[in-house]
């Protein structure tokens, strides 16, 4: 049995990640499903949060500079393999 969980983000940010989903040939419900997954087997966040970035690197899109890239960003993420299967 599966059940809805809903979430409020601002419209932009919906298109940016529905591209991205898209782009990478997922559908946005699939990839949260992803995510909640590994948060769960991982009992944490896939990435690290911090409060200040190292660089100054800024993301292009919604979060108008707010986020930055990792250092291990482009890192493969072999820990997903078995959910993209």
């Known amino acids: 049995m599966s059940v809805q969980v809903s ?3 601002d419209e932009e940010t919906k298109k940016e ?3 991205v989903c898209r782009n990478i040939g997922l559908t946005t419900s699939a990839a949260l499903g992803m995510l909640v997954k590994f948060l769960i087997k991982h009992n944490g ?6 409060s ?3 660089e100054n690197k800024p993301i ?3 979060g108008k500079g707010l986020f930055w890239i990792a250092e291990d960003f482009d890192e493969p ?3 997903f393999q078995e959910y993209m299967e």
């Open 7 to 9: 979430t409020r983000i």
């Open 17 to 19: 990640l529905d591209v």
């Open 45 to 50: 966040i896939p990435f690290p949060v911090i």
């Open 52 to 54: 200040k970035p190292k």
């Open 60 to 62: 292009r899109g919604s």
């Open 77 to 79: 993420l072999e820990d």
